[in-house]
T-cell receptor, first 115, second 115 residues
Framework: AQKVTQTQTSISVMEKTTVTMDCVYETQDSSYFLFWYKQTASGEIVFLIRQDSYKKENATVGHYSLNFQKPKSSIGLIITATQIEDSAVYFCAMREGNYAQGLTFGLGTRVSVFP | NSKVIQTPRYLVKGQGQKAKMRCIPEKGHPVVFWYQQNKNNEFKFLINFQNQEVLQQIDMTEKRFSAECPSNSPCSLEIQSSEAGDSALYLC?????????????FGPGTRLTVL
């Protein structure tokens, strides 16, 4: 069975600094896909970035990047040059390569960015 | 802003009442997923469709929940007899494909409160 664990409940950072949050996952599948989403205070869930299990290079989109450590079943999210509007709850999610599966989410990490 | 439209944003029902919520997927996305997010940030996949066909659904959905995605009409999720434990944020997401590597894009959700 799939499982996604985010151990950090909340993180506070100063604006313009870098924040890193952890995620570990469990799967029996050799092919899987890892996603990060953020949920804003209004409840809106926004897709941020994706990592495919068969790719060795870490994904990067804008000021989001991933630290994919496959042997450790770990996919960390790094946000550089944080802004106040990055304050949100960040969710790590996984889908195995199977057809039509839903996402399995972690419980989220709340990030607060202070000026 | 979400391109997935969900209505209503808020829904209040008494126990035993029907609760119906609707979703219009992003244009060009044939695949729709429904999730339940509870107050503890636990996400539960409920059901998904490709066009009008159910791809996968969990046992809970088979009992009190019903869902459909009729042609040329919004998709809908209906709880036949609401229970207090159904109080949650119901999220609709759409995708280009049911395969795992495709991102899901979420609507703003319908927050259901069962009194």
């Amino acid at each position: 069975a799939q499982k996604v664990t985010q151990t950090q409940t909340s993180i506070s950072v100063m604006e313009k600094t870098t924040v890193t949050m952890d995620c570990v996952y469990e799967t029996q599948d050799s092919s899987y896909f890892l996603f990060w989403y953020k949920q804003t205070a209004s409840g809106e869930i926004v897709f941020l970035i994706r990592q495919d299990s068969y790719k060795k290079e870490n994904a990067t989109v804008g000021h989001y990047s991933l630290n994919f450590q496959k042997p450790k079943s770990s996919i960390g999210l790094i946000i550089t040059a944080t802004q106040i509007e990055d304050s949100a709850v960040y969710f790590c999610a996984m889908r195995e390569g199977n057809y039509a599966q839903g996402l399995t989410f972690g419980l989220g990490t709340r990030v607060s960015v202070f000026p | 802003n979400s391109k997935v439209i969900q209505t209503p944003r808020y829904l209040v029902k008494g126990q035993g009442q029907k609760a119906k919520m609707r979703c219009i997927p992003e244009k060009g996305h044939p695949v729709v997923f429904w999730y339940q997010q509870n107050k503890n940030n636990e996400f539960k996949f409920l059901i998904n469709f490709q066009n009008q066909e159910v791809l996968q659904q969990i046992d809970m959905t088979e009992k009190r929940f019903s869902a459909e995605c009729p042609s040329n009409s919004p998709c809908s999720l209906e709880i036949q007899s609401s229970e207090a434990g159904d109080s949650a944020l119901y999220l609709c997401a759409s995708s280009l494909s049911p395969w795992g590597l495709y991102e899901q894009y979420f609507g703003p959700g319908t927050r259901l409160t069962v009194l």
